[in-house]
């Protein structure tokens, strides 16, 4: 009796340090996404690594990779929606597919300015679109910046009319396409990492992309001309799986939810800055001209581009689109 009692408190002590070390597994959020280190997702990527794992200690371990060294483009929401990630920032244009408002973001000339954007995605309806496609298990965390874009091209572009005939890279967006069928240009679908390649080989001949991640991916290395036009807004969405998040230990989400509220506000007050000093070192390398467009140019450009928002009101909702074009008040 004693042998057999002695045994089994041993099997149930053992049992007991097993489970213990099985709890003491700290929780592996994997943050995948597509940019360098050195851009404002990337910062921001960094940040809430340091943060969550000074303030959750063991609790969890969160792993980055930068760059597309772990999914690119084409495959990290699915990825995150299997589970093979936790975290990812894809931007606006990539969520056409799990619901057609997000598609607001990509109206060309809709925001006047950084701030603008901000006061629409802090408004009730741009807070409710975050939370739009939990049906598809992809629960939306915030919004972070990367900031205004710019045409690109390897030919002056100060009117409409130049644009005509070239071939620029879009990312998987219908409003992004149409932006630049507006103008009588040919959108090519291409993949982040593929860019700087299709812009050396010519397979495009031109892009739209905040100065951070023209500079960050060597683009004014193979674009000689950068027209500033600031016509659309190139954000991301931080995003996660929602069955992931919802299984979370309540005091480590809570505090996951206050870590990320931190960084959006770091990354988005970073960002600005980054673009301008990004912009300051493609005019030191001296490998493109930044064409300032005049408030008559850059009026054309709007009238041109324009018409696209009256294609996609059916989708996006005509109220969404007031309360987005509201915020430049």
Avoid at 170 to 180: D, K, R
Wanted: proline share 4%.
């Amino acid at each position: 009796m004693f042998k057999f009692t002695a045994k089994a408190l041993a099997c149930a002590l053992s049992l007991t340090i097993a489970g213990m070390a099985q709890a003491a597994e700290p929780i592996v959020i994997k943050f995948s996404h597509v940019v360098a280190e050195h851009t404002p997702k990337g910062q921001g990527a960094l940040l809430f690594k340091k943060l969550a794992e000074e303030r959750l200690g063991d609790k969890v371990k969160v792993e980055v990779y930068p760059n597309s060294s772990l999914f690119g483009d084409g495959k990290e929401m699915e990825a995150l929606l299997l589970g093979d990630v936790q975290l990812i920032a894809p931007s606006l244009a990539k969520f056409e597919q799990y619901t057609k408002q997000v598609q607001v973001f990509d109206l060309p000339f809709l925001f006047q300015d950084i701030a603008a954007v901000d006061r629409f995605q802090q408004s009730p309806q741009g807070q409710a679109l975050l939370t739009s496609m939990e049906d598809k298990n992809i629960t939306g965390l915030g919004y972070w910046h990367n900031g205004l874009k710019q045409l690109s091209a390897n030919k002056p572009l100060r009117e409409p009319k130049d644009a005509r005939g070239l071939k620029f890279r879009v990312q998987a967006s219908a409003v992004l396409e149409e932006q630049f069928k507006a103008v009588r240009a040919n959108p090519r679908k291409m993949s982040f990492a593929e860019v700087y390649q299709g812009l050396q080989t010519g397979v495009v001949n031109g892009a739209e992309n905040p100065y951070s991640n023209i500079y960050s991916q060597k683009m004014h290395e193979v674009q000689k001309y950068i027209t500033e036009s600031n016509h659309g807004v190139l954000d991301y969405m931080l995003i996660t799986n929602t069955k992931f998040w919802n299984g979370l230990p309540a005091d480590v989400r809570g505090e996951l939810d206050k870590i990320i509220a931190e960084v959006t506000v770091e990354v988005n007050k970073q960002a600005d800055a980054l673009n301008q000093g990004d912009k300051q070192r493609i005019l030191e390398a001296k490998t493109t001209e930044i064409i300032e467009l005049t408030p008559e140019q850059r009026g054309m450009w709007r009238d041109a581009m324009k018409p696209v928002w009256a294609k996609f009101e059916g989708e996006i909702g005509a109220d969404l689109i007031k309360a987005a074009d509201a915020a430049n008040q």
